[in-house]
C-alpha cells in the first residue's frame, strides 16, 4: 500500500470515527441573521456617510457660485492601496485598492489599482457590484492575465483551455469560443485606459448546475454567474501590459439598469495598472 | 416551502456528513463546530441562492474548505502552523507496516493549506485543478502544496522507521 493509499484508508476511518453533535439550526439561523443585518447595515453606513460627503461637496459648489471663498484643497500624499481580498462577498468599503492582475513575460507580478466609490460593492473572487438604484442584478469587474479559458462545458469542474495565444488579437479571438456564449460583438479594435485593445462582447447563458467558469485567473476559477436564471453580458477588453496579454472585462445581467451599467464602465475606468510591480 | 425551512432541512440531513469533513479539515472538535457554524451561517444569507443550486451540498462543502484556508479563521483555531512534523513516536512498530494511528496526528500537524489540500484530494477525491477552485489558488500552488505536505509526512514516516513501508506513489 502507498501513501496516498493510505492517507485516503485513513482520513475515511478518521472521519467515520467521528459521532457529530446534534446541530442547532436555530443557533445558526441566528447567526445568518444577525451576519445579514451586519452587511445591510454596513452598506447603508458607508452610503450614508457618500450622500454626507456629496451634500458637503454640493455645499462647497453652491458658496463658490455665490461669492464664497473656496479653499483650495491640497493635494493628500499618494498612498499606496489597500490589498483588495475576498472576503466572500462581503462589503467592499469605498475606496482605491491593489489587485493581482498576473505575471509579465519575464515572471515580474503586474498589479491594477481600481477605485470603487460606492458602496455597493462586495469582494468576491472580483469585485461584484449589486444593483441597488435601478432594480435586482448584479454585475462585476475583472483585470487578470488569464491562465486558461473556459472549454467543455464551461461548467466550474469541466476541461480548461491552457492553450492560451500569447497576443490580444488572437486571444480576442480565443474569447469568442468560450462555452455556451453567443457573440454580440466580434473582435475589433479599440482604445481602452490609452492602451490599444481588442474589445469583444458576448452573451452567456449559464446551464450549469452551479458556476459558470469563465477563465482560471491568479485569483483561482473566475465565475460569472452562480444563478442560472438570466443571461449575463460580458464585455472584454484584452491588451498588452508589458508583454502580457491582460484581460480587463465588465459583466452584468442583461436587464439591470443603465446607471448600473455606466457604473461598472466608471470603476473599469478607473483601473491604473502599476508600473515596476 | 419557504428559505428557513428549506436551510433547516438542508442542516439536518446533511450535518453528519458535513461535520465529518470539517472536522478533518480543521482537525479537532471544536474547531470542526467552529468552521461549521461560520460556513453555514454565511450558506443562510445566500440560502435564495445555493438552496436552488443543484449540488448545494457540494457548494458549502467547498465554502468549509475555503473557510478553512482564510487567514482570519485559522488564528481562532488556536492553529500553530510549522513546516516541522513532530517526530512520529507511536507504539513500537513491530511489522513494517503502518499504524493507522500514527498518520492522523501527522496530518493534524501540518499547516492548515496544506491539510486542506490533502483533506480534498484524499477524502474528497478532488483533482488539482479543483482544488485549485475551491481555495481559489493556481493549480501550481496546489501542486506545490501537495508536494510539501506529501513530502512532510514522508520524513515523519521515515524518522519512524516505518517510512520504508510506505513505497513511493
Not at chain 1, 454596513?42 to 463658490?64: K, N
Not at chain 1, 444563478?227 to 465588465?250: L, N
Amino acid at each position: 500500500m502507498n501513501l496516498d493509499q493510505h492517507l485516503r484508508a485513513e482520513l475515511g476511518r478518521e472521519a467515520d470515527r467521528q459521532h457529530a453533535p446534534a446541530p442547532d439550526v436555530e443557533s445558526l439561523i441566528r447567526g445568518g441573521r444577525a451576519r445579514r443585518r451586519r452587511r445591510t447595515a454596513a452598506r447603508v453606513g458607508v452610503a450614508a456617510a457618500v450622500a454626507v460627503l456629496v451634500g458637503l461637496g454640493a455645499y462647497g459648489v453652491a458658496r463658490i457660485g455665490s461669492g464664497g471663498t473656496a479653499e483650495p484643497t491640497t493635494p493628500s500624499r499618494a498612498a499606496t492601496p489597500k490589498t483588495y481580498e475576498d472576503t466572500g462577498g462581503g462589503t467592499l468599503a469605498p475606496g482605491t485598492y491593489r489587485m493581482l492582475v498576473g505575471v509579465d513575460g519575464t515572471g515580474a507580478e503586474i498589479h491594477a489599482d481600481v477605485t470603487f466609490d460606492d458602496a455597493s460593492w462586495g469582494a468576491d473572487d472580483y469585485p461584484v457590484l449589486y444593483d441597488t438604484l435601478g432594480g435586482a442584478g448584479s454585475g462585476g469587474v475583472a483585470v487578470y492575465v488569464p491562465q486558461g479559458l473556459s472549454a467543455g462545458t464551461g461548467c466550474l469542474l469541466s476541461a480548461l483551455n491552457t492553450n492560451l495565444a500569447d497576443t490580444p488579437a488572437l486571444l480576442g479571438d480565443q474569447l469568442t469560443e468560450l462555452p455556451q456564449s453567443t457573440v454580440l460583438q466580434s473582435p475589433g479594435p479599440v482604445q481602452m485606459l490609452g492602451r490599444p485593445a481588442v474589445h469583444v462582447q458576448l452573451r452567456i447563458k449559464n446551464r450549469c448546475a452551479d458556476v459558470y467558469r469563465v477563465a482560471q485567473t491568479p485569483y483561482g476559477g473566475h465565475g460569472i454567474t452562480y444563478e442560472p436564471v438570466r443571461p449575463v453580458v460580458i464585455d472584454f477588453w484584452v491588451m498588452d501590459v508589458r508583454g502580457a496579454s491582460v484581460i480587463v472585462e465588465t459583466w452584468h445581467e442583461v436587464d439591470v439598469s443603465s446607471q448600473m451599467v455606466d457604473r461598472l464602465a466608471r470603476t473599469r475606468d478607473s483601473i491604473t495598472f502599476v508600473t515596476g510591480g | 416551502m419557504d428559505t428557513d425551512e428549506d436551510f433547516r432541512e438542508f442542516v439536518t440531513v446533511r450535518w453528519a456528513s458535513l461535520y465529518r469533513l470539517a472536522y478533518l479539515l480543521a482537525a479537532s472538535p471544536t474547531g470542526a463546530e467552529d468552521l461549521l457554524q461560520t460556513a453555514l451561517e454565511k450558506a443562510y444569507v445566500n440560502w435564495s441562492r445555493i438552496g436552488r443550486m443543484e449540488h448545494a451540498e457540494a457548494y458549502v462543502r467547498r465554502m468549509l474548505a475555503n473557510a478553512l484556508v482564510s487567514s482570519r479563521r485559522r488564528a481562532s483555531f488556536g492553529e500553530r502552523p510549522t513546516d516541522e512534523l513532530p517526530e512520529a513516536i507511536g507504539d513500537s512498530v513491530e511489522e513494517p507496516v503502518l499504524d493507522r494511528r500514527l498518520m492522523w496526528p501527522l496530518v493534524c500537524a501540518l499547516p492548515a493549506r496544506q491539510r486542506a489540500v490533502i483533506v480534498l484530494r484524499y477524502y474528497e477525491d478532488l483533482t488539482e485543478a479543483q482544488i485549485a477552485d475551491v481555495l481559489r489558488c493556481a493549480p501550481g500552488t496546489v501542486k506545490s502544496q501537495s508536494s510539501a505536505a506529501i513530502g512532510a509526512l514522508r520524513r515523519a514516516l521515515t524518522a519512524s522507521g516505518i517510512g520504508e513501508a510506505v513505497s513511493e506513489s
